[in-house]
Structures are given as C-alpha cells and as structure tokens.
C-alpha cells in the first residue's frame, strides 16, 4: 500500500519520483483531481462522492450522493470531467468492476461474498490500496478520506457489475464487505472510474512543442528538396 503526490512539483522532481517509486507505487496523483492505481491500471475520481448534488442524486436528500443503481450506472456514464492539468476532457467514466463469482479472496468465493474480496476494483482498493480490515474500516460516515483521496464514505458502494436482475454488488467501505445481492433500489454511492493513465495524454504545452518540431522538420526537408 502506497501513494505518492505528484503534483505542483517541477519537472526534475517529477523525473526522480517516478524512477525512485515506479516500482512500489501503487496509488498516484496525476493530479487536477485524478488517481491512478498502477496494480490495475485504471484511474479513480478523487473526489470519492463527486456525483453529490448532482441530477442523478436520488437518496434521501438530492444532496447527500446516494443513488440508485440504474441512477449510478447512469451518471458514471454521462459524466464529462475536464483535467485542468493536461487541458483533456475525459468522458468514458464507469464504475468499478465485480469479476465473475466465484471470487475466491472473498470468505463466501461463490457468489463472491464477505470481506477480504481483493478481486474486485472496489474490493482491491479498500483493502489493498487504503489497508481497510473487519477491525478497522474507513468509516465513520463520512470520512475525510484516507490517502489520497476527498469524501470518501464509509459506506456502500455500487459496482456497475449486476448480481441478477434485482440485485447488484456493494463494497461496504465502512464495515469492510463486499454484498453480492443488494437491491437495485436501494440507495448507495457512487464512484467514477476509468480504464488506463491519463500521464499518456500529453499536457497541451507538449502538444505545441511536438507540433512545432514537426513544421521544422518538414520544412528541412522542403528545402533539402530544392537545393
């Protein structure tokens, strides 16, 4: 379990970070409010309720950022965030993954119930990631947000994975278990994640400069040509 920040730093500083923890990091800040989790290669929301207050707000009050699951589902995918460090706009959000049961860290492997299930994204990151256990969640309601990561609560968590028509998965974030079949209606958050790092889409002044060597070198070869 680690993180490191990244961001405000100099380049030089960024360069000795990345070839000094490369190979323990495992919780990232890209920066402009994104997280990248190298053991799975995806990119989490920093702000773990980001959805409050939203239109796709429906639990008990239209601010709190408990949703259904089809509300969930439904916002992850219209979500459009603009990362003010690389200029991009990402729109390919989702939520988190459940594997197919049986999931055998989970105590119950099928049909992938109870704690310690690391297969899951959200299973992955509670314990893995922040080092949530039975003893010692990451709640109370509403933490702070341990490592990295803004208002993360301790509580339920949908996945985008179906358990059957009615029910869903949940990663309980404040008693540590993973709930194979929690009715679709019923009221839990919700949070963005993509797939891959968004360090590979380069900074808009990166873009400049790779495009202005580019008119350079086609105007050597312009005047190579005519010489």
Excluded at 162 to 189: E, I
Aim: proline share 6%.
């Amino acid at each position: 379990m680690a993180f490191i920040r990244t961001s405000g730093l100099p380049v030089s500083a960024l360069l000795v970070v990345g070839m000094t923890t490369a190979a323990n990091a495992a919780l990232i800040d890209r920066g402009g409010g994104l997280i990248y989790d190298d053991d799975r290669n995806i990119t989490w929301l920093a702000n773990a309720n980001y959805g409050a207050g939203s239109s796709f707000d429906d639990g008990f009050s239209n601010s709190d950022g408990l949703m259904t699951w089809q509300s969930a589902i439904d916002w992850a995918a219209q979500l459009s965030y603009f990362d003010n460090v690389r200029g991009a706009t990402y729109t390919d959000w989702r939520l988190a993954a459940t594997p197919p049961a049986p999931d055998n860290t989970c105590t119950i492997p099928q049909p992938a119930f109870g704690t310690g299930c690391t297969g899951s994204e959200l299973g992955h990151m509670f314990k893995l990631e922040l080092g949530g256990t039975v003893t010692d969640p990451l709640g109370p309601n509403p933490a702070p947000g341990p490592g990295p990561f803004t208002n993360l609560q301790g509580d339920g968590y949908w996945s985008g994975t179906s358990f059957d028509a009615t029910n869903a998965y949940v990663v309980n974030f404040g008693f540590s278990g993973q709930q194979a079949a929690d009715n679709k209606a019923l009221g839990y958050y919700a949070w963005a994640v993509r797939d891959g790092d968004v360090s590979a889409v380069p900074a808009p002044g990166a873009l400049w400069l790779l495009g202005t060597g580019v008119l350079c070198l086609a105007g050597r070869v312009r005047g190579r040509a005519r010489s």
